[in-house]
Each structure stands twice: as structure tokens, then as C-alpha cells.
């Protein structure tokens, strides 16, 4: 049962926004941001950080699907089941391949996963626990053979961004959307997933 029940969407002109972009990025408004309605622009905030966050310059390596597999990462470190659930939806949605997404959780050793992207989703996990032991020298020098020091602190900022979700939703045991689980299912079910605490 959710900690606090989410509102019907208010329709305004900014949360005009807001529903045009879960409407990309999910293809429905989730409830997590339906709640935030209750704190005066606190949803129209989130969405304009989650823009910023996961806007790409021109040219940048860190791809909207990319995004999406940190997202998926951060949500199980965090074992943040509905985040799971919405961040594999998202990488469907913006064309995450497939052996990609069936295989998230082994993204250390499956070969779907090139270094660089290994390394991007090594400094997601890390950015999810608690404490956060930041990243060694090791994984320091994997993120700069890889990536930029804009990409990285692009990739910084997607994790950044998603661990704010994962204890929004953890706290708030946010009700999962039909689409939402069906993606978890279908992509995270033989890894154990379920809806836990958001059904």
C-alpha cells in the first residue's frame, strides 16, 4: 500500500510538460511524479533536473539507452523494485538492445556489454551504495579511457539523478503501473524480480 496516495493530474500548463515527457520516456505519467504533484512545483522541478541530466550533447557517447541501463543498475543495487521496473521500460522505449536488458545484472561478464559501457554502469552501481565508497583508481582509470570528463559527469549525473528516485519510491511503496511491471517481468523476472512492496 503507497505511504501517500498520488493525485489526479493537474492540468496546467507545466504539468502539460511533464506529461509530454513520461509520455516519451515511459509512454504514461508514473505515479512517483502523480505524488510529487503535492508539493508545489516539486514534479515540474524533477522533470526540468531529469531533462538536464539526460539531455546528450551533440556527440556525446552517452546515449538514451545508455541512461536507461544506469538507471536499471542504481534501481537494483538499490533493490528499488519499481524503478527497476520503470528504467527497463525506458530502455525498451528508447531502443535498449534486447541482450542488453535480459542481461543487465550480469553486465560485468556478458558480452552484450562493451568496456566502456561496463565501466559507465560499474560507476552507476557504485553511486547506489550506502555508504557510497566513490570511485577507486581502478575504475577511475577504466571512466577515463572511456569517456570524457563531460561524460562523466553525465553518467555521474543520471546515477545522482536516480537515487533520488530510488528512495522517493522505496519510502513512498509508489503503486507500480501495469506497463511497468509487465517490462520488469519480462526482462527482470529470471533474475528474481517481483513487484515487492509496490503492488
Partial sequence: MPLVDPLELK???????????????????????????????????????????????????????????????????????????????????????EDKLANICRFRVHDAFTEAERAALELAEISAQVPNPGADDDLTRRLRQHWTDDEITQLTAVASLVAFLNCWNATMSTELEEPAIHSGEKWLGKEGWEIGQHG
Avoid at 524533477?46 to 531533462?51: G, Y
Fill in 11 to 97: 492540468q496546467d500548463s507545466a504539468l502539460a510538460e511533464v506529461v509530454k515527457f513520461y509520455d516519451e520516456t515511459l509512454g504514461f505519467c508514473p505515479r512517483s511524479v502523480l505524488t510529487m504533484q503535492r508539493i508545489p512545483g516539486l514534479a515540474e522541478a524533477f522533470v526540468a533536473l531529469n531533462r538536464a541530466a539526460t539531455a546528450a550533447p551533440p556527440g556525446s557517447r552517452v546515449t538514451s539507452d545508455l541512461m536507461r541501463l544506469i538507471g536499471a543498475v542504481c534501481s537494483t543495487a538499490r533493490e528499488c523494485r519499481y524503478c527497476q521496473a520503470h528504467f527497463v521500460r525506458a530502455g525498451e522505449r528508447y531502443n535498449a538492445q
